[in-house]
Every structure is written in C-alpha cells, then in structure tokens.
C-alpha cells in the first residue's frame, strides 16, 4: 500500500524519493525499514475561506506535512507560492527531517504551504489568510508537537500572526509555537541572517577544501529573497565579487562587481533586481551557466537539470535553496569532479539551526546576544562540514550523498530503537 504514495505524487517528491532510495541503497538500509523511514507520517489539507478586501469570499488550499516524530517535535518553514501543493510540501519536509538530522537537531523535518500569490494580497488579506490557517492547524501543532518558520513568501511578520493566533487560542503569550519571529516577541537575534550567513560560512570553508582564493573569487546568485540577499553579503564580506543575481523577474550582471548596497535600496524601491542601473539585465538561464567560481541557487527547485548541468562553469555549487538540483543533474555532476557541492541539507541548515535556538531560547525565557547566535551558529556548521566531507572522501561519494547518509541514517537509528510507534 505505501510503495507509491499517490496523494504525494510532484517532481519534487519523485526527486526526493529518489535521493532516499539511493543513500538507502547506500546504507544496505533492510526492506522492512524503509517504507517507514523514506514517507511522511502525516499530512494535513485544509480549506482556507477569507473574505478578500472588495467583500468576496476566495478559499485558498493550505497544507502541512509532518515528516517523522521518533526525534521530538517536527520542524519546518511555511510557504506562500501559487505552485505550491500537498506533494511539493511533502517533499520540503523529508529534507527538512534528513536536514535536521544531519544537524544534529532534536526534531522531525516538516513543512507547509498555501497556494497563493502574497503580491497579489493585500496586507490586510495576507493576515486574515495566516490567522485562519493557523485557527485550522491548531490540533496539529504546538511547541512540542510542531513548530512553524518562515519559508519562501512569508517573513517575521506572517510568524507574529501566527504565534498572536496561537497564542489568543491558549490564553497566554506562545513564542515557541513558532521561530523566525521579529525580536521584539520573543525571536532570536541572528535568525533573519542565519540562512545566508551559514552560506557565507561554508562556502568559505569550501574554498580552503578546494584550495580557492576566496579573495578573488566571483559568485553568480539566483534568487534574491531573504536567503539570496544576506548570502550576498556575506560573501562580500569574505572578498568575494558578487557579478550577477536574479529574481523572478530576471537578473543583472555586472562584470567589475554589483555594487550590493546600491542594489538593495534598487530592490526596496522597486521589488524586483531588474532595471538596476549599474549592471546589464540576463536572464536566470544565462545566469546559471555564468563564468564564476561560486554558483548559488538560492530560489526554487529543480533548478539544476539535465539541461543545464553539463553546462555550469563554476567551482562551487552552494546550494542555499531546498532541492535545486535534480538527481539526473547530479549525475553529470558527478562526473565532474573540478565542481565541489554543498548540499542543500547542508548548505541552508543555517536557518533551522537558528531556529532551534530562537525555540531553546524562548522555551528557557533566557536570551541570548547576537555574538552568542552566530559562534554557536558556526560551530554547528563546522562540525556538520568537516563530518560530511570526511564520509565523502573515505568512502569515495559525492558530497550530498554522504550529507544524506548521514541524515537518513540519524532518523533510521532513532526508528529502529524506539519501535514501530513514531
Ligand atoms: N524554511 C527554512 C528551511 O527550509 C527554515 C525552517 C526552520 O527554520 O524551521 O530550512
């Protein structure tokens, strides 16, 4: 009955499915274990009526999936993107779990989703719909059952909805029902920057492996949301020119270096990368087969294909998005050894690791400074890089398997101890 998970059914699962079965293959994982430790545990749909400014009633389709519960609660991002579905979410959350297993975290992986476009709803409606499908989760979440954040169209505001409706619905003040809040209700200092930051980070560490001066090295970034945009600064922080980024809309390169602080008062004025002065417009197929020595997709997935991977002309893949390489792309990467991968579970696990404290924090009523967040933040990162680029060399694996390997077989052991029941 689970061989095939037909409600899960999206490229994004097909490709997630298909990276457990490879690291299970990998893991002599038996037979018998494997259904259990590849699906998600559970999976919630719900319809989301609001009533949109004009007086209409529109129902959005929300969702979320708790991957596995043998570790602790289950951790992972909202999003807000007319593609979403029950699949896509399905697949986020298995990365989420091999993510925060690889960690070292104590949760499962989760994630969740409304179909909707966020700039196409007002403020006022973007609340209404957060309200409503936090009322509807509430049986399914809890700082020790679930615990949301923010994932690509919500941020620190669409979090304070959240944990103001939780909270409303308890009688008291819940910051840990959810991480990734405004600092001022309880989120952690560090946590907006963690994700791009933790990029900065390993890519540093990266270019030590590969022996790269990261001082004249030059990064290609698609995506220029939360994520894209520290991990640009970050880089620039460590001596790296960043000459072309992208958003939905297209992208600008600039040869000489984009000038970074005059781009993002372009982007708070205009919403968009596009039409920025200094730099010619490409467009994010040109950008991901750029010359450069650091390529970051830091966007959707399924970015990284057959199609383009044969392509890439860079040193470093640092891969800040969830799932933008497609294991037939992973293929032909393999067989170029001049390129070094950091897996996605890997190189965005900045974020959940944050997360985590901003949850440790606020369970404890006990803050901590920004110094604090972020040596913490790195020493977890370091460990989590020098154990996966030791399991890659000593058994002679591309870098995301032995990430997965190390995730899935976290969650495995933690199956296997405790029974049946999780
Ligand atoms: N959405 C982010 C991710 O995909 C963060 C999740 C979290 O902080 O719980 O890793």
């Known amino acids: 009955m689970l061989r095939r998970m037909d409600i899960y059914d999206h490229p994004s699962f097909r490709m997630a499915c298909q990276q457990f079965d490879l690291v299970a293959d990998h ?13 998600p545990k559970r999976a919630v749909t719900v319809a989301l009526p609001i009533h949109r400014d004009d007086g209409s009633v ?8 708790q991957h596995h519960l043998a570790l602790g609660p289950t951790k992972g991002g909202l999003r807000f993107h007319p593609d979403v579905t029950l699949g896509e979410v399905a697949a986020l959350a298995m990365w989420m779990s091999w993510k925060c297993a690889l960690m070292g975290l104590p949760y499962g992986g989760a994630k969740g989703g409304i179909a909707c476009d966020p700039a196409q709803l007002s403020q006022a409606e973007l609340e209404r719909l957060t309200r409503r ?8 979440i809890g700082p020790q059952i ?26 008291a003040a819940v910051p840990s029902i959810v991480t990734g809040k405004p600092v001022a209700l ?3 200092q560090g946590r907006r920057e963690a994700t791009g930051r933790g990029v900065g980070y390993l ?24 994520v894209g945009s ?15 980024v992208s958003d939905v809309f297209g992208g600008v390169y600039n040869a000489n270096g984009l000038d970074l602080w005059g781009l993002e008062k372009h982007v708070a004025a205009q919403k968009t990368v596009v039409g920025f002065s200094e730099a010619e417009p490409i467009t994010n197929e040109q950008l991901l087969v750029l010359p450069c020595s650091i390529l970051v997709p830091a966007a959707l997935e399924r970015q990284i294909t057959a199609a383009n991977a044969g392509q890439i002309q860079c040193r470093i893949i640092a891969e800040a998005a969830n799932g933008p390489t497609t294991p037939e792309a992973d293929e032909i990467l393999n067989q170029r050894p001049e390129i070094f991968v950091i897996p996605d579970i890997l190189c965005n696990a900045g974020g959940v690791v944050v997360s985590y ?6 369970l404890q009523s006990f803050f901590w400074g920004e110094t604090e967040v972020v040596d913490k933040l790195f020493r977890l990162l370091e460990s989590a890089f020098t154990r996966v680029v030791s399991l890659s060399r000593k058994q002679k694996i591309p870098m995301r398997k032995a990430a997965l390997a190390l995730g899935v077989e976290r969650v495995q052991k933690a199956k296997r101890i405790r029974g049946l029941f999780p």
């Open 357 to 362: 404290f901003e949850w440790v924090q606020d």
């Open 186 to 188: 309880g989120g952690s």
């Open 146 to 171: 679930d615990v949301m954040a923010p994932d690509l169209g919500t941020n620190e505001q669409v979090m304070a909805w959240m944990m103001d409706s939780y909270s409303v619905h308890i009688g």
């Open 27 to 39: 893991l002599q994982m038996p037979e018998s274990e494997r259904a259990r430790v590849k699906y």
């Open 230 to 244: 520290v991990a640009a600064l970050s880089l620039a922080r460590y001596g790296v020119k960043v000459v072309a």
């Open 203 to 226: 890519v540093n560490r990266a270019t030590d492996t590969i022996g790269l001066d990261i001082s004249k090295a030059t990064a290609a970034i698609q995506g220029f949301g939360n």
């Open 133 to 140: 499908y936090t009322q509807e989760m509430i049986p399914f």
């Open 58 to 65: 529109q129902v959005f389709p929300g969702y979320r999936v």
